[in-house]
């Protein structure tokens, strides 16, 4: 069983959709729950941090954990254009080092 | 505050180069990540250091590849006898502190070898 798995992509809908990502882990010893969005050709910049189960809202985004079901989730609403990018679910535990799902590829078209 | 700094941007080796690639943490930040993304695949980690020191190089491929960040200077990624498997963007992140949260990525340095 792979220690990360992120529904494959890409993903593309209408400008105003609401988008569901969504990863599964298997390490239990993961404490921090985060997502990042990479643009093109550029670094990963964090989007969403959270450490335990339920939901986390940041203005159109909310970050969803669940922590017995070892699932989470980011959410989109009223997605615009500028929200096309790659979304990658991370993962880390005690230690320093982040464990990446392989990314989402989101398209809002106009 | 100019962020990660990495350079090249982009690197191009023939098989049997050297590639070295550098990364300038953000002011303040003395902790440096090196991670790396191979086509279709997820950010993998490859080491972790310090200050003059390596933390956690668990990531690491055993041969041709090593790290350091010196005293003084930006922190290296030398990657000897270059062969097309390596051909990915290789990602720098330095925090604060030491644990995973606090990250900042730079740009990366995206290397092919031909």
């Known amino acids: 069983q792979k220690e990360v798995e992120q529904d494959p992509g890409p993903l593309s809908v209408p400008e105003g959709a609401i988008v569901s990502l969504n990863c599964t882990y298997s390490n239990s010893a993961f404490q921090y729950f985060m997502w990042y969005r990479q643009y093109s050709r550029k670094g990963p910049e964090l989007l969403m941090y959270?450490?335990?189960?339920g939901n986390k809202e940041d203005g159109r985004f909310t970050a969803q954990v669940d922590k017995s079901s070892k699932y989470i989730s980011l959410f989109i609403r009223d997605s615009q254009p500028s929200d096309s990018a790659t979304y990658l679910c991370a993962f880390t535990g005690a230690n320093s080092k982040l464990t990446f799902g392989k990314g989402i590829t989101l398209s809002v078209r106009p | 505050n100019a962020g990660v700094m990495q350079n090249p941007r982009h690197l191009v080796r023939r098989r049997g180069q050297e590639a070295r690639l550098r990364c300038s943490p953000m002011k303040g930040h003395s902790h440096v990540y090196w991670y790396r993304q191979l086509p279709e695949e997820g950010l993998k980690f490859m080491v972790y250091l310090q200050k003059e020191n390596i933390i956690d190089e668990s990531g690491m491929p055993k041969e041709r590849f090593s790290a350091e960040f010196p005293k003084e200077g930006p922190s290296i990624l030398r990657i000897q006898q270059v062969v097309r498997g390596d051909s990915a963007a290789y990602f720098c992140?330095?925090?604060?502190?030491?644990?995973?949260?606090?990250?900042?990525f730079g740009s990366g340095t995206r290397l092919t070898v031909v």
């Open positions: 992140a330095s925090s604060p502190g030491g644990v995973g949260l606090g990250y900042t």
């Open positions: 959270t450490y335990s189960s």
